[in-house]
């Protein structure tokens, strides 16, 4: 489904990881093969987080890091920790404090058995199966010192609605709002210690 292929180093490193055993995905031999991996989705994703769309350029200024849809953390799971459809980029917000490992968001009737990664089980948009602005838009403006971020779900989308609960975007709305809101209370502030500054200085000046 994607132009990420392995090569016989990467799945040898993969092969000498998992002989020496203890926590796999830590392994120094995989050091090159995450970087790899995660240059690749950076790129895919347009250095955007996959679940929320934060970017990891300009003035978000985020870190991504790889993240295993399944989780690598379950063991029914951990089968899939090499998979490439498994895998993408994504906040620390999204993948460490909200999906971590839970599970909730894979569908009743999901099947791993044959065919793991069918849109279908998957509640979520899924970074891979599924084409996130289908389901879900995002609108970032940016108007003076104010940021603004708006989700909407397209064509009421039942996974870009899903999608916008799972993750609880609309804090990152409330987020936006509230910060721009804060930045405006400091820039009155300031403003009143300069006009203290400028009496001062009169007073000085005589
Ligand atoms: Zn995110």
Known sequence: MNGLNLTEADTNAIK????EGGDIWNS?????LKRKIKNFYRNVQGEQC???RKSSNGEFNMVLDIEHVLPKGRPEF?????RIDNLSVACKRCNMSIKNDDISF???QADFSTQPFLSGNYKFIHPN???YFDHLSYDV???NAQTMIKYTAVNDSVKG???YGYFKLNELEVDSFSKAQGAQEMANVSSSIDDDIAREIEELLG
Not at 16 to 19: K, M, N
Not at 28 to 32: A, D, G
Not at 78 to 82: A, E, G, Y
């Open 16 to 19: 000498l990881a998992i002989s």
């Open 28 to 32: 120094s031999h995989l050091i090159p």
């Open 50 to 52: 996959c679940y929320c």
């Open 78 to 82: 951990k089968k899939f920790m090499f």
């Open 106 to 108: 894979i569908s009743g």
């Open 129 to 131: 199966v599924d084409s």
């Open 141 to 143: 403006t940016i108007r």
């Open 161 to 163: 609605q899903f999608t």
